[in-house]
C-alpha cells in the first residue's frame, strides 16, 4: 500500500521526486519523458513560468469563486484530468483512484483508450461522468462498438487525439525498452532487476494489482497471453491514414460533446471549427510528439482569439501550479487539462496524492485570484498579465 504523504509534499516537484523513488525507471520515464531531446517538454513548463501577472491590492478578497459551466457541467474549478495511457499502471488501479480524486474535488476525469482500467470499471465509482479519451483504429467496428460502450457508460464528452499520426521519437523509451511508449514491462534483462529494486510498487501493482491488460481493448485481442501481445494488436491498428473526413465520421456517429486534442495551428483549429467540434484542446501531447514544437502557452493566445468565441477552447501542457492554470485563462482557455501532475501524484501517493494535488492546485489559484484582485474566474482575462 502506498504510504501517508509527508508534510513536505507541496508541489509538482515534489510528487515527482517521491514517484521517481516508488516507481522502477522503465515506468517513471514513461510518464516523465518527451519526444527528442525535450526542448518542448521544457518550454511547455518555462513558458508558463516566463508570465508577469498584474498584480492588484485592496480588492476584496472575501468570495472567491473558482467554479465554471463546462459542456453542460458545473465544476468546482476549471481543471480536468487529462487521459494518460497506462495511467493505471503507476499504482493499483490507479485510473480508479485518480477519478475518485477527481469526483472529490468536483472536477471531470477523462480516460484513456489504452488505459488499464476499463471504461466499465470507471463507471462503476459512484461521482460524475467520466470523459473518454479516442485514438482512431483501423478496425471502425471497434471504434462504433468503443463509442457505444461510453455512451452506455454515461460518458458524454468524448476527447479524440489527432497528433499521433506516428509516435514521436522518445529517447527515454527507446533506451529502455518502451519503444513507442506502449510496452508495458520493458526489457526483461534491465526490468526484472529494476522492479526488484522497487519493492513497493512490485507488492502494490506487478503482483497484486491485475490484470495488467488494456481494459478497453481486451475483449477485442485474441487469446492474449501478455501486455505484449496487446501492444502488437495496437501497432496494427493505430490508424496513420486519419484525415479531416474521418472526423466527419466520428462526428456523425458521437452525439455527445465532441473535443479535437492536440491542435497546434489557427488553420487546424478553424477546421474543427467547421467540421463541428465543440471544443478543442490546445496541445503538444505533452512534449511527447514532434520535439521542437511550440509550447502550448505560446501557441494558445493566437488560437484563443482565433476560434474563441466560435467553440470552447481548452490546453494542456506544462500545466504545474494553479498559478499556471490562471495564466492559461488569462490567455483565453476556458479550462486547463492536467496529465503528468495527477500521474506523478498518484505514483507518489496514491488517491491521496491526487487528492492533495487538486487541493493544492485550487487554493494556489485561489491565492493568484486574490493578489489579481479578480473574484470569479470569468473575468481573468488579458490584462491579469503584465505585458512589458
Avoid at 509538482?12 to 520515464?29: G, T
Avoid at 474549478?77 to 483512484?97: N, S, Y
Avoid at 510498487?201 to 487469446?223: C, K, M, Q
Wanted: glycine letters at 12%.
Amino acid at each position: 500500500m502506498t504510504k501517508p504523504l509527508a508534510l513536505v509534499d507541496a508541489s509538482h516537484d515534489d510528487f515527482r521526486r517521491r514517484a521517481e523513488r516508488r516507481l522502477p525507471r522503465v515506468l517513471f520515464d514513461y510518464i516523465d519523458g518527451g519526444a527528442g531531446t525535450e526542448r518542448t517538454l521544457t518550454r511547455n513548463t518555462e513558458d508558463w513560468q516566463d508570465l508577469l501577472l498584474h498584480q492588484r491590492v485592496l480588492v476584496d478578497a472575501s468570495g472567491l469563486d473558482c467554479s465554471i459551466e463546462l459542456f453542460g457541467e458545473k465544476l468546482a474549478m476549471p481543471l480536468a484530468l487529462a487521459p494518460i495511457g497506462m495511467g493505471g499502471i503507476v499504482a493499483r488501479r490507479g485510473e480508479i483512484q485518480a477519478k475518485r480524486a477527481a469526483d472529490a474535488a468536483d472536477v471531470p476525469f477523462c480516460l484513456s483508450t489504452v488505459s488499464i482500467c476499463s471504461i466499465e470499471e470507471i463507471s462503476a465509482v459512484p461521482g460524475r461522468s467520466s470523459w473518454f479519451q479516442l485514438y482512431m483504429l483501423k478496425d471502425r467496428g471497434i471504434v462504433a462498438e468503443l463509442l457505444e460502450r461510453a455512451w452506455e457508460q454515461g460518458v458524454r464528452t468524448l476527447v479524440f487525439t489527432v497528433d499521433l499520426a506516428m509516435t514521436g521519437t522518445r529517447f527515454r523509451d527507446i533506451r529502455n525498452g518502451m519503444s513507442g511508449g506502449l510496452k508495458l514491462w520493458g526489457r526483461l534483462r534491465s526490468g526484472a532487476f529494476d522492479y526488484a529494486l522497487h519493492p513497493g510498487w512490485l507488492w502494490d501493482v506487478g503482483l497484486n494489482g491485475g490484470p495488467h491488460t488494456f481494459g478497453n481493448i481486451a475483449r477485442y485481442v485474441s487469446g492474449p497471453r501478455n501486455p505484449l501481445d496487446f501492444v502488437s494488436w495496437l501497432g496494427q491498428q493505430f490508424d496513420n491514414s486519419v484525415t479531416w473526413k474521418d472526423i466527419e465520421w466520428l462526428r456523425n456517429a458521437w452525439k455527445g460533446n465532441l473535443v479535437l486534442k492536440g491542435i497546434l495551428d489557427e488553420r487546424d483549429a478553424q477546421l474543427a471549427v467547421g467540421i463541428g467540434a465543440d471544443g478543442i484542446i490546445v496541445s503538444n501531447h505533452g512534449g511527447r510528439q514532434l520535439d521542437g514544437a511550440a509550447s502550448t502557452a505560446r501557441k494558445l493566445p493566437h488560437i484563443a482569439d482565433h476560434v474563441g468565441s466560435k467553440t470552447i477552447v481548452l490546453v494542456d501542457g506544462g500545466i504545474r501550479t494553479g498559478q499556471d492554470l490562471f495564466c492559461a485563462l488569462a490567455l483565453g482557455a476556458k479550462a486547463v487539462l492536467v496529465g503528468r501532475p495527477w500521474a506523478m501524484a498518484l505514483a507518489a501517493a496514491g488517491e491521496r496524492g491526487v487528492d492533495r494535488m487538486l487541493s493544492s492546485m485550487k487554493q494556489d489559484l485561489r491565492t493568484t485570484m486574490a493578489l489579481t484582485g479578480i473574484s470569479k474566474v470569468d473575468d481573468i482575462g488579458r490584462s491579469s498579465l503584465l505585458v512589458d
